[in-house]
Each structure stands twice: as C-alpha cells, then as structure tokens.
C-alpha cells in the first residue's frame, strides 16, 4: 500500500499531566469498535515523536481499534522537562502509567520502536497488568555497540537547519544507510516529522536536546544495558512480535537469534533493505503488525 493510499482516519489531541507536573501529550485514533477491544499504545524512539506512527496509527484504526500514539516528556507536543536527568525510560514508563489512570484505561498493546520498546519492557516491571501484548519496533535487551555509536554522533546535539532543504539534507545525512530507498520527497516528509518550524518560520528540532544527559553521565555502562530479564518477563507470559529491519545496526542478527532462542513462540518479521529503524509503512512491517493484531481481543 502507498502512503498516500492510507485510511483518512482523523485523531483527537489528548493531555495529561505527569505525577511531577508536566504537560504531555497523545494522538488519539478512535477505533469503531472502541472499548471492545484492547488499545494500542504507540510510543517512539529517542528523538523522534507520535507522528512516526501516523501511517501504521491510521491502519490499526481502520480495522476498528483505538491507537494512542504518545510524544514522550521532551519530544513533539509534550513539555520539556527542567530536570534533564528524568529523559530516563523508567520515567517515561512512569508517564506512561499516569496517562492510562487519567485517560481510564486498564490495559493495552504496546507497540514500541527502539526506546519506546524499552518503556514497554519498563512497564512489564513497573506495572505489568497494563502490557496484554507487545510489538518490539527493532529493539531488544541489548543492542549492538556499533548502533548506539552512530546514534550518538547525532542525538542531542544542536544543529543549524535555517531551511526545510537543509533540514531535509540533515535527515538524510544521518538516516541514509538505514533508508537507501528513500526519495528527496521521502526525506522532506522525514525532516518534518523530526522538526517543526520556531516564531521565526525557521524548522528546529522537535525535542529538548538535553535528553543526551542522562546517557552522557552513564559513560560507558550505557552502551551496555542488561534488559534480558525485563524482555523474558515480557515475552513469557504475553503475545510478543519482533519486527526487525534487515539492515539494522542496533538490532543486529545476532541478538534478534538470540532473543528468538530464548521466547520461541515470539513471533518474528523482518523488513527488508532496511535499517534502524522501519518506519512501519512497508509492506513487510504493516502486514505482521495487522496479522498480529487480528489475533488479539
């Protein structure tokens, strides 16, 4: 299916407070079924925002289930935090709780890409009756050095994008090798997806750059996380899917065989040609995602 060819399924804008005073925000999709079936609740990457998920957001919905993609503390709509040493995944599992108890949800799918499958990892230990299902967006309990190297050569750090043409050319400057199919239009609609435009019309990233502190004072023990019991808990006792890009750099096909070994009955795609991390709008990633889904109350 082509982009453009996805279901027009409009989203309502949804608010909610943090237990330490943030204002944070969601799309919401409604599904015509509404609350006869679990949610799905979208959370993102470390520098990207709820629009990522505007495609996949917008199938899932059509097919009858509610979608909540949420912009985490620091990214898109939601406020920035004062305290930089909170841009931390137990902290956003912990908002993430906050936004279920005031939007009056119980429970829900979760589907994560990168860091936002470390939250639904966080969520199994910190409150795990909300997690029914997952869907891990090219993540896993651990991640390959060579990736997060990559990563941090950009994230966080200030860049000057006076022009969407510029702002295109960083995008593609830092995501060409995991989306070699990509055209300039395909890295326009990128760049406007990673910034929004400030009072002076010019595009600016959209998320605080501060949220590199926390990983700049773990050093070197951040590149190492040992996740492996927050991913058994998960995988063991609920529906998990493992979507992998083929090209990925952070999850490479080491671990992905690894993780396969250990939850045998997780199911498992991967998306072609592509790296870390898909986007969810190819074939390959929208049809394990849907076929999932189909499975699930």
């Given at each position: 299916?082509?982009?453009?060819?996805?279901?027009?399924?409009?989203?309502?804008?949804?608010?909610?407070?943090?237990?330490?005073?943030?204002?944070?925000?969601?799309?919401?999709?409604?599904?015509?079924?509404?609350?006869?079936?679990?949610?799905?609740?979208c959370i993102h990457g470390l520098t990207r925002?709820?629009?990522?998920?505007?495609?996949?957001?917008?199938?899932?919905?059509?097919?009858?289930?509610?979608?909540?993609?949420?912009?985490?503390?620091?990214?898109?709509?939601?406020?920035?935090?004062?305290?930089?040493?909170?841009?931390?995944?137990?902290?956003?599992?912990?908002?993430?709780?906050?936004?279920?108890?005031?939007?009056?949800?119980?429970?829900?799918?979760?589907?994560?890409?990168?860091?936002?499958?470390?939250?639904?990892?966080?969520?199994?230990?910190?409150?795990?009756?909300?997690?029914?299902?997952?869907?891990?967006?090219?993540?896993?309990?651990?991640?390959?050095?060579?990736?997060?190297?990559?990563?941090?050569?950009?994230?966080?750090?200030?860049?000057?994008?006076?022009?969407?043409?510029?702002?295109?050319?960083?995008?593609?400057?830092?995501?060409?090798?995991?989306?070699?199919?990509?055209?300039?239009?395909?890295?326009?609609?990128?760049?406007?997806?990673?910034?929004?435009?400030?009072?002076?019309?010019?595009?600016?990233?959209?998320?605080?750059?501060?949220?590199?502190?926390?990983?700049?004072?773990?050093?070197?023990?951040?590149?190492?996380?040992?996740?492996?019991?927050?991913?058994?808990?998960?995988?063991?006792?609920?529906?998990?899917?493992?979507?992998?890009?083929?090209?990925?750099?952070?999850?490479?096909?080491?671990?992905?065989?690894?993780?396969?070994?250990?939850?045998?009955?997780?199911?498992?795609?991967?998306?072609?040609?592509?790296?870390?991390?898909?986007?969810?709008?190819?074939?390959?990633?929208?049809?394990?995602?849907?076929?999932?889904?189909?499975?699930?109350?």
């Open positions: 299916m082509k982009k453009s060819d996805a279901p027009s399924t409009a989203f309502a804008h949804r608010w909610f407070t943090s237990r330490d005073g943030l204002s944070l925000y969601a799309r919401d999709y409604p599904g015509a079924d509404g609350p006869a079936r679990l949610p799905v609740i925002n709820s629009a990522d998920f505007d495609h996949i957001a917008r199938r899932i919905a059509a097919t009858g289930r509610r979608v909540i993609a949420v912009d985490v503390r620091g990214r898109g709509r939601s406020e920035r935090a004062s305290d930089p040493m909170t841009y931390q995944p137990h902290i956003y599992a912990r908002d993430v709780v906050d936004m279920f108890d005031q939007l009056g949800i119980k429970e829900a799918i979760f589907l994560g890409t990168s860091m936002g499958g470390l939250i639904t990892m966080a969520l199994t230990f910190l409150k795990s009756r909300l997690v029914a299902a997952a869907i891990l967006n090219d993540i896993g309990p651990e991640v390959s050095k060579a990736g997060l190297a990559r990563i941090a050569q950009y994230a966080g750090k200030p860049v000057e994008t006076p022009t969407w043409a510029r702002a295109a050319a960083y995008v593609k400057e830092t995501n060409a090798a995991a989306m070699p199919h990509y055209s300039d239009a395909d890295w326009d609609a990128f760049a406007r997806r990673t910034f929004r435009e400030n009072a002076a019309g010019q595009p600016v990233l959209d998320y605080d750059t501060d949220i590199s502190v926390p990983i700049a004072r773990a050093g070197a023990r951040a590149l190492v996380p040992n996740l492996w019991p927050f991913f058994k808990k998960l995988a063991k006792h609920r529906p998990t899917l493992l979507i992998r890009g083929g090209i990925s750099d952070l999850l490479d096909a080491e671990i992905a065989g690894k993780m396969r070994r250990k939850a045998p009955n997780m199911v498992y795609a991967e998306v072609p040609g592509v790296g870390h991390a898909p986007m969810l709008d190819e074939p390959a990633a929208e049809g394990a995602i849907l076929a999932f889904l189909a499975d699930l109350p």
